[in-house]
């Protein structure tokens, strides 16, 4: 049992209020793009719905689309591979890379390869990886992990992203401008691109119909590496597939705008077939996700485009981070799919919630987030992972809420005691406390008010 992992994670972040205010106000920025972005067209709540119709076709149909898309990479000259966990990707991976004696690789950002760890293995094999996505580069001069599924460096200030810089490449100390700091990286990033034996990249969205697959990026990374390198691999989920070309027109108006608020992003490119004297591979992997699709209740999850607006709309995320939920995505999504990876490790997490639902209403695929949290938390129940004082606690709950009688003396006790000793209730030992106090107690009950008003 992983008992008030997340609590503890997050305390990193909360005792430092003004970083968990800034941190708050960041990610809420986005969200707010992502507002104006959305209300911006007036079919958005029918795209919405069209993007859940499609994606439950596909998880529906997945076996048959699978094959079908196998079947037409295949044919555009793409070698298709298949790993059943992430120990199987990263060494197909790792064979690839090998048998072309392949000494540096660029990545472009992909959750699915930090879900399997790959990095660490390919390093451990003598293979140096260069993460490209500029947020993802800032991370791993750190030696760190993405805090956010979109913008991984967002947990840091660039004050902390300049002394990396100056420390890894040797910019000038504490000079932070934007965009000298960019064109640091640029060049930096231009000698691996020049300099790399392989690109990785991660996949979008996987075309059936056609065996194609698109890649967003905001900063052409993905298709600089692949553009420039002998060898190319590419790896995606098997939940990444869309049936045919005309659903991308969806799902990319959708993608974009859920995400950072652009109404696209400033490169959809489409991968067919390899250039003359490349190789091409696709690793198509399951790490768990066909068992996931068995369980009714939470099979929804998997319709999951990797957006994060869920996470920018969440009041735990934003004043949590990233890095408490110690799982590769996370937030509202991470919670509801970790799960499925290991219930006990990841018990907590569904507890990371308000269960408010501002998750599923913004999800552009309409998975319901916050009923899933919900199932989860029986689910965990059940199995005996819940922590003892969150236990008691409902059970004393249950007991109060069920009995009016008991409800009234408890509230009547209560004001008393908060009225004459208030640190019965704002002290250390509440972990309530630890960021909110309570209110000056009301004179007058609801019920009270009620009566002498109705
Ligand atoms: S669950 Fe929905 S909102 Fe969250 S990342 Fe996935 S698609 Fe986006």
Known sequence: MSEGKHASLAEKLTNDTDRTDWHNKSIWGVRKKRDVAAFGIPDWELLRQTASNIKDYVLDNLHDLLLEFEKNA??????VHWAADAEEHNAIVHGILAKHNVKKMVKSKSMLTEECGLNPHLEKNGIEVID?????RIIQLRDEHPSHIVMPAIHLKREEISDTFHESWGTEKGNF???YLAE???????????TADAALTGVNFAIAETGEYVVCTNEGN????AHLAPVQISCMGLEKLIPKREHLSVMLRLLARSSTGQPITAYSSHFKKPRKGQEMHLVL???GRSRHIQLPKFKAGLKCIRCAACMNTCPVYRRSGGHSYHVTVPGPIGSILAPNTN???YSDLPFASTLCGACSNVCPVKIN?????????QVIGKAGYVETSKKIGLKVMNFVLSNPKVYDIGGKLGKKAMTLMPYAINNPLNPWYKSREMPDMDTESFKDWYKKNR
């Open 74 to 79: 295949t044919e555009n000259g793409i070698t």
């Open 132 to 136: 490209t996505d500029l947020g993802e």
């Open 177 to 179: 401008d934007p965009q």
């Open 184 to 194: 640091a990286a640029r060049q930096s990033l231009r000698q691996d691109f020049l």
């Open 222 to 225: 993905a298709d600089m590496g």
């Open 285 to 287: 992997v399951d790490n």
């Open 343 to 345: 219930l006990k490790e």
């Open 369 to 377: 987030i916050h009923e899933q949290l919900y199932e989860w938390r």
